[in-house]
């Protein structure tokens, strides 16, 4: 049976959402459907694993509980909160949208996916994901899982134009939110992208595919590249250099001094890490801080608090400094 009629997509969405209430993971946003951490979790989620999201949104909601405290912070407290997330454009955006939520709506989220978008760092997907979660509207969402799953119940590759199209079409108009979530959902612990668990599939008997869709595109590929980072101590203090507000790349964060070559010393410490599609070998020179280095001593007290790079913080983790 494909889906080939209204009945065939009314069934479909019925067994989908039947499932869901059932299987659907105990994540902590999903508990009140509270506008701001709902809009929050989906922040963190962009291009984040939910494993990693976990810990990191706990502590960030901690620490900014509403709206208004998130409005009213520093920005370098809530790059520091990120830390260990990366792409801290998220964060400034989420930042700069609070304020205007607080400054310029009263505080109250807009309740329509073209209101949402509207505001900075949200897009097309953050902005249905919120209408139809938090406000029941009736707008589908498009993730790269839904992509997924969509692609191999139709047993082609589809456009991203076919896929928004479609994913408005399968959007049933009871528990619209629900639906978005499920749809995510399976895609996130049944229809992986590699050995789907088809025998676990609430809705295969509508799937075209039953397993991988041959792929169209390559992935891009990976780049190496060699870096190397000066760790200097002293007198409960470690130097750190801000990167510059205009760099392109986590502008204002704080990371270990980089150096050219490797000066004077043994190398301490090589790990790797790999930032979208450029993997690093990091070599970690423990020594003095050479005269040219125009970095700044900061109290190790203080290092905790600073918006850091997620490989400073890894780094600066393994010297337990912080
Ligand atoms: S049957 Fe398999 S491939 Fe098809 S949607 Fe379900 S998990 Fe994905």
């Not at 963190?44 to 998130?70: C, D, G, I, N, S």
């Not at 009263?106 to 209101?115: C, E, H, I, N, V």
Request: aromatic share 8%.
């Amino acid at each position: 049976m494909n889906l080939q009629s209204r009945r065939d997509i009314h069934l479909f969405c019925r067994r989908l959402l039947r499932w869901y209430d059932g299987h659907k993971r105990d994540l902590p946003w999903r508990k009140d459907c509270n506008v701001y951490r709902v809009w929050l979790s989906e922040i963190m989620l962009q291009q984040t694993r939910v494993a990693a999201v976990l810990e990191h949104y706990r502590t960030f909601v901690e620490q900014f509980p509403t709206l208004q405290k998130l409005a009213a912070a520093r920005e370098s407290s809530v790059l520091a909160a990120w830390s260990g997330l990366g792409y801290y454009r998220r964060a400034r955006m989420l930042h700069r949208a609070a304020r205007e939520i607080v400054s310029k709506r009263a505080g109250q989220f807009p309740d329509t996916a073209a209101k949402l978008c509207e505001l900075p760092g949200i897009g097309r997907y953050t902005a249905a994901a919120i209408a139809s979660v938090c406000f029941g509207k009736r707008v589908a969402v498009v993730d790269g899982n839904v992509e997924r799953v969509l692609g191999r119940m139709m047993g082609r590759n589809l456009s991203r134009t076919e896929v928004w199209q479609l994913a408005e079409e399968f959007l049933g108009p009871s528990r619209p939110g629900d639906f978005n979530q499920a749809m995510m959902e399976l895609g996130a612990t049944v229809c992986l992208p590699r050995q789907p668990r088809c025998p676990f599939c609430p809705v295969s008997a509508f799937c075209a595919t039953r397993g991988e869709l041959p792929r169209n595109r390559s992935n891009a590929p990976q780049v190496k590249k060699e870096i190397n980072y000066l760790f200097a101590r002293r007198n409960g203090s470690v130097l750190l250099k801000r990167r510059s507000q205009d760099s392109s790349l986590m502008p204002g964060m704080w990371e270990l001094p980089e150096l050219a070559i490797t000066y004077n010393s043994d190398v301490w410490l090589t790990i790797r890490h790999s930032i979208t599609t450029t993997n690093y070998v990091v070599r970690v020179i423990k020594g003095n801080a050479p005269s040219e280095n125009q970095g700044s001593w900061i109290r190790l007290h203080r290092i905790a608090e600073l918006p850091l790079t997620g490989l400073a913080r890894k780094i600066l983790r393994l010297a337990k400094v912080i």
